[in-house]
């Protein structure tokens, strides 16, 4: 080969293998710029998969407190929502705005056993501060499967404090209402109590609770809003001045029981009212075993010889009878193998206001016998004394009566005895006797004259009402009621001592003693009436109502009367401004 050919074949060769080297280098470029973009897009990728794995949690997080913060509270065992717990009542309040029931704020204490580790640890620390507690009950709830146990209701501040300084785990506490009854046991049986859910169980608490209330909490529409308080017809500071006065008539005659009532004659409304024994409604417990029992509107009795009242109203309203007529009450009555006779008999004629001064029951019996059975009968369904008396109070009883009315109970029903009613229905009675004739029923929430003449119902004509005045007040003056005189408010009134039915027999020991009585009786505008049960001794050592039960009428209205903004008139006239003492 010629060197020129050489030269040739060098640089062809040359040629190619500078062109491989290029070719080399170019490759590898494009392959160094590939693996950077995939190893960017994953990291963009895996970004995006971690931006939307937060996304997705936060949303799930999110989602679940929206759905848990509209959703409603569970109920775990017997515990309540906290607003249902919290739950208010309305004020009761006396006629003048004195508060008489109220809520306030208290704390209950709850355990949840799962989270108690030691039982009787718990117990013990517990006791420190609850020293009260029944521990085995106590431990039979922390030991149970259950997540939640109450422990004890509405707790005092102090107690709650002591409690959290312990530190036990598992146990809490939630916010509650408590009745207060800033009056203790001044008006219990009218204002009532409530139970340990706050729901009213007696008295004017059931009331409310009945008027629409309990509906609500049952089908959980109440709140712990304030509610407009409900005004009762009560008299705070006369109800103080009748409750005094029952209890120290207990205490001066000896007796089991009292009672009394003020009642409004052209309204219906009751001022006052007490029964005792009562109770404290803030500790209602302590007076179950016989405090619990309203005596003057769920207890019934014979009212003795107050029945005369509606017997010589009968006999004058039925137009039989005249003021002017005399009955012979010389001779006791034998009638059914019974003898009636009177108690202090003046064995003569007897003019009507006689019969009603010396409380003769021969010649009341005579003036029933007048008006016949289905007369008498009717007239004290018509005042309202046979029948279930209407009121918003829920303690109510039914009064008693022969099944069959034949003579010989219309005899006996004249002055009192074989009919039970209550004293509340009883002193309704009497405001119709002296009102004008008007039956009113009896109410425990304020109300007007012209609201009480909507409801009112006339039993009995004007005249005979004048004529009842007229005899309260004759033997007020003249009878048995002057230990129930007031000077300057001119009471009149009427006796009843009744003897008790003892294992089927009356019984010459045990006596039920009534007076009814209005004032002022030349225009009344109340109506009293007070019991004593069971006395042992009166003023001057009787025992009979004139003795004791007129005396607590006294003193009930000498120091209430200017309370409830009666005038009083001295003279004959009335005309003198003052009096000398």
């Known amino acids: 080969m010629s060197f020129l050919s050489r030269i040739m074949v060098l640089k062809s060769r040359a040629h190619l293998s500078t062109g491989s080297r290029r070719s080399t280098a170019a490759s590898g470029d494009a392959t160094f710029e590939g693996v950077g973009k995939r190893k960017a897009a994953q990291a963009r990728n895996r970004v995006g998969l971690i931006i939307v794995g937060f996304v997705a949690v936060y949303g799930v997080i999110g989602g679940r407190l929206v759905q848990y913060g509209m959703a409603q509270p ?47 640890e718990v117990i013990e620390k517990l006791a420190t501060v609850l020293p009260d507690l029944d521990a085995r009950s106590i431990y039979g ?44 046991a001044t008006a219990a049986h009218v204002v009532g109590h409530v139970n ?47 409750r005094e006065v029952i209890y120290s008539s207990i205490d001066k005659y000896q007796a089991v029981g009292a009672g009394a009532v003020v009642l409004d004659v052209h309204t219906g409304e009751v001022i006052a009212m007490a029964s005792a024994p009562d109770y404290d409604p803030n500790t209602p417990a302590a007076g179950a075993e016989e405090g619990w029992l309203n005596r003057m509107s769920n207890g019934t009795f014979e009212m003795g010889s107050t029945f005369k009242a509606f017997t010589t109203a009968m006999a004058l309203d039925s137009g039989k009878v005249k003021m002017t007529d005399s009955f012979d009450a010389r001779f ?53 004394l046979l029948t279930r008396t209407q009121t918003e109070l829920p303690e109510v009883a039914m009064p008693s009566q022969p099944r069959e009315w034949k003579k010989i109970h219309s005899v006996t029903i004249s002055f009192g005895h074989g009919v039970s009613t209550t004293p509340l ?38 005249s005979t009402s004048e004529d009842m005045r007229f005899l309260f007040d004759w033997n007020a003056t003249k009878g048995s009621g002057k230990r129930a005189l007031v ?95």
């Open 74 to 120: 569970e109920i775990t065992s017997s515990i309540m929502p906290a607003d249902r717990l919290m739950a208010s009542r309305p004020d009761l309040l006396d006629r003048n705005g004195e508060v008489l029931a109220t809520d306030i704020r208290t704390v209950s204490l709850y355990a949840e056993p799962h989270k108690i580790v030691d039982a009787d």
């Open 141 to 184: 709830k922390l030991s149970s499967k259950s997540h939640f146990q109450w422990l004890r209701r509405q707790l005092t501040p102090k107690q709650q404090s002591q409690i959290l300084a312990l530190g036990i785990p598992g146990i809490g506490f939630r916010p509650e209402k408590r009745r207060f009854y800033p009056g203790g």
């Open 196 to 242: 340990i859910d706050n729901r009213g169980v007696a008295g004017m608490e059931r009331y409310v609770d009945s008027q629409g209330l309990a509906d609500l909490a049952a089908v959980g529409m109440t709140s712990d809003q304030p509610l407009e308080p409900v005004r009762l017809s009560i008299d705070l500071r006369v109800q103080s001045i009748v």
């Open 332 to 384: 006791p009555i034998r009638i059914g193998g019974f003898t009636i006779k009177d108690f202090h008999g003046k064995g003569r004629m007897l003019t009507v206001p006689e019969v009603f001064q010396y409380s003769s029951n021969i010649g009341t019996a005579k003036m029933a016998d007048v008006v016949g059975i289905e007369g008498h009968k009717e007239f004290l369904t018509r005042l309202g």
């Open 425 to 462: 229905q009883t002193a309704v009675a009497v405001a119709a006797l002296v009102n004008g004739g008007k039956l009113i029923p009896p109410t425990f929430l304020p109300r007007t004259r012209d609201e009480a003449d909507l409801v009112a119902q006339r039993v009995m004509k004007e």
């Open 487 to 581: 000077e300057g408010f001119n009471v009149g009134g009427k006796t009843g001592t009744a003897e008790k039915v003892v294992n089927g027999r009356y019984s010459n020991e045990k006596n039920f003693n009534v007076f009814i009585a209005a004032f002022p009786i030349h225009e009344p505008q109340y109506a009293v009436l007070t019991f004593i049960d069971e006395p042992k001794t009166g003023e001057g050592g009787g025992r009979t109502a004139g003795l004791n039960a007129a005396p607590m009428v006294q003193d009930i209205i000498s120091r209430s009367a200017a309370i409830l903004g009666v005038k009083p008139r001295f003279g004959e006239d009335g005309s003198a401004l003052l009096v000398s003492y």
